[in-house]
């Protein structure tokens, strides 16, 4: 319960806006479609990432564990993995949006965020494309057009919730041609050559 005064409590409705709204730079059409199906505008979709960058940048921050529970509630599913020598921590949350995808938060030991991004969530069936063409906007996790194009180069990306791969593929004629994939929050949004 919140008292008046008091910030309301962050929703999955509300991260789906958070993610929403940097993909918007990209996507936009896709983006006021997927508004209209949750029933809100952009005026929200601007308030949530207000909110949530607030929190994030907020001088009595919390480590990344309580501070991700306290906005989304308890993970849906929590693991450990292994990068290179460390193990690192995945929680995830369903995103109602994307109901086969995940929003993951990895985190190092000791709690630092090593990354966080939208990932396809278990047992649900993995896209494959085969074709550039077939590499459409929101189809594909990072992970799965790395698999589908191997061997992709993972590339620096123009802000910290963006990722650029750069991979060969063939068209739908199948000439190959080098391309960079950008991503929003893990989901693939644009070929930007």
Known sequence: MTTPGSPAPFTPLDLQLVLLRRMAD?????????LRQLGVNRAEMREANRR??????????????????????????????????????????????????????LTAPGGAVWNEW???????????????????????TVDETARAFAPARP????APTRWRLAFTAPDASGR??????????????????
């Open 26 to 34: 990209h996507q936009p059409g896709l983006v006021e479609d997927a």
């Open 155 to 158: 590339m620096e990306g123009t």
């Open 52 to 105: 949530w960058q607030a929190v994030l940048h907020s001088p009595r921050r919390q480590g990344a564990g309580p501070r991700y529970r306290s906005l989304l509630g308890p993970p849906e599913h929590i693991a450990e993995r292994r990068v290179g020598d460390l193990t690192a921590r995945a929680a995830t949350w369903p995103v109602p949006l994307w109901p086969d995808l995940r929003f993951e938060v």
């Open 176 to 193: 190959r041609e080098e391309h960079v994939a950008e991503f929003t929050w893990g989901l693939f949004q644009r070929l930007i050559r």
């Open 118 to 140: 939208l990932v396809r969530a278990p047992g649900a069936p993995s896209p494959a494309p085969r074709t550039v063409e077939e590499l459409t906007p929101w189809s594909c």
